[in-house]
């Protein structure tokens, strides 16, 4: 049985795109990688056409896991999303106790993470420690470091 997953419109349609663009471009390309390294002789010994096969095997396991992703998935509508307690999809600003840096983040799907952008993933060990939490909460998370503590200071969609 496949996870669950939810997404934004815009997350399911990032993840439709990423397929098209691996069945309809790079799948096509391995596969004239493949015939041209077959059209070179003795497959024994052919190391490019062993890596296109690879690669080929890579391509294929991608395309498999993200279209078991998208069947399924759900998608979320942000606007009945209580904002009470932190969920997927969940703005939060954070305040790290012991500093008093603040972070804004929203959690997401592993698929749409990009911490850099401020998206969180849920399952990463903040994103877990997050959840369910309310404003003026404060979560002890372990992190590789030890343990951090972070207050809760808000929650938007």
Sequence with gaps: MSDISYYSPEGL??????????????????TQEIADARDKGDLSENAEYHAAK????????????????????????????????????????IKNITNGMEFKY??????????????????????????????GDVAEIQVPSGIMKFEVMDISR
């Design 54 to 93: 690879e690669e080929q095997s890579h391509l294929e396991f991608k395309i498999a896991k993200l279209k078991n992703v998208i069947a399924s998935a759900r998608i979320l509508d942000e606007s009945q999303l209580d904002t009470s307690k932190i969920l997927i999809h969940s703005n939060v600003v």
């Design 106 to 135: 929203r959690l997401v799907a592993d698929s749409e993470t990009d911490v850099r952008n401020g998206k969180l993933s849920v399952n990463s060990p903040i994103g877990k420690g997050l959840l369910g939490k309310k404003v």
């Design 13 to 30: 349609k990032k993840l439709k795109d990423e397929l098209v663009q691996l069945e309809q471009v790079e799948r096509p390309r391995v």
